[in-house]
């Protein structure tokens, strides 16, 4: 077997050829579904790759950076033209409960730092897993540069070890809770409330056009400014792939204000989709043989980590939501907790539940603020091991 694996792994550019096939395979996973469920494409890319790992494939890491780094500029100009939606005042309420979300998430990364004292590549896979929030590892090890070789002994492995677990923890967890859960702390259904027929999201005229210029530019800008480093309480910080969002914030938005068409939907679309599952293929195939074993010893412990990520957050902020916050429509409030956590499969759920997008009033606004704030707490994980 050894003997087949060294043969393929010769073959030239088999790196790049690998991280599509487990798309592919990944993506026809994903159309199995059990109880009406899967766990989509993204999930099933990242097992297929962890398969080829555990057979001796390995990827270029900086193939995987790249991707990331196209993902993140994707998703930051996807965004931008939906910044002047989230300074609405109608937003104020929705824009809060991101900011819930993310400062109590942030508190069960200390909270669970302090009492279960795990090491650094654990804590960062738990945490990015639970909240589904992917960009989380690439900054957290961009930024990790000043952190001691004992630390950072095994942190690969470990990280992606913890990252394929809790994954499946937190996207099972916000599905159940903001789809079901929710119905039952407001005592009715989705179906039971008047729904809105007038909702739709404020019209922003942006660019028709994505020329491969505005992706090359942009990315490029984006690792560029990843490159700044600074002080922050004694340790060296890198932007590193945050930079890349950034960059797509400043060019959607500047794009939206200055262009009179409407912009494609299905190319930006495309791009993001394909430099998140080409940066999920690359996490799996980085990982290597020892994956398997690892998840024997600690298997058990990360899912219990996992569990305590993805509830505390999702109680709190789901209690202040609508007694502090006082959100009456639970369809709306179901969707701005799935947008609070960054979770498309919610929303979908949601949608499927109802037959109606007036959830998207919540869930279009915390998502564009979530996808900012939660990125931030993988530097502050790197400060908390220094």
């Not at 199995?32 to 990827?59: D, E, R, W």
């Not at 002047?84 to 909270?111: D, E, N, Q, Y």
């Not at 409030?333 to 499927?352: T, Y």
Request: aromatic share 14%; net charge positive.
């Amino acid at each position: 077997m050894n003997d087949i694996v060294k043969s393929i792994s010769d073959l030239p550019n088999i790196n790049s050829i690998l991280i599509f096939v487990c798309i592919g395979l990944g993506g026809l996973l994903s159309r199995i579904k059990i109880f009406g469920f899967s766990f989509g494409a993204t999930f099933n890319t990242l097992l297929v790759a962890l398969v080829f790992s555990s057979m001796g494939f390995t990827i270029n890491a900086f193939l995987k950076y790249f991707m990331f780094s196209m993902f993140l500029f994707a998703t930051g100009y996807q965004c931008g033209d939906k910044l002047p939606l989230v300074f609405s005042r109608h937003s104020i309420k929705h824009i809060l409960l991101s900011i819930i979300m993310a400062f109590f998430s942030l508190l069960t990364v200390i909270l669970i730092y302090k009492l279960f004292n795990p090491s650094f590549g654990i804590l960062v896979g738990v945490v990015a897993g639970s909240l589904t929030q992917t960009s989380i590892i690439e900054i957290a090890l961009d930024s990790a540069s000043g952190l001691s070789s004992n630390i950072m002994a095994n942190a690969n492995m470990q990280i992606y070890e913890s990252f394929s677990i809790a994954y499946a923890v937190g996207v099972l967890v916000i599905i159940v809770w903001s789809g079901y859960l929710i119905e039952l702390f407001y005592g009715k259904s989705f179906l039971s409330e008047k729904r809105s027929s007038s909702f739709k999201l404020d019209t922003v005229i942006v660019n028709k056009k994505f020329p491969i210029v505005t992706i090359s530019f942009g990315v490029a800008m984006g690792v560029v400014i990843g490159w700044i480093k600074f002080q922050a309480f004694g340790v060296t910080i890198a932007i590193g792939s945050i930079g890349s969002l950034l960059v797509g914030l400043a060019i959607g938005y500047f794009d939206s204000c200055i262009s009179k068409k409407t912009v494609n939907e299905n190319v930006i679309n495309f791009v993001q989709e394909l430099g998140l599952l080409c940066f999920i293929a690359s996490v799996g195939l980085s990982v290597g043989k020892g994956f398997y074993s690892v998840v024997e010893q600690n298997g058990a412990y990360v899912i219990m980590l996992a569990f305590i990520m993805s509830i505390i957050p999702l109680f709190i902020t789901t209690i202040l939501g609508r007694f502090i916050l006082k959100y009456d429509n639970v369809s709306v409030f179901s969707g701005a907790i799935a947008g609070a956590r960054v979770s498309g499969p919610a929303s979908a759920l949601i949608f499927q539940k109802t037959g109606s997008s007036q959830h998207l009033q919540g869930f279009a606004v915390s998502y564009v603020v979530s996808s900012i704030l939660l990125s931030f707490i993988a530097p502050i994980i790197v400060l908390l091991f220094h």
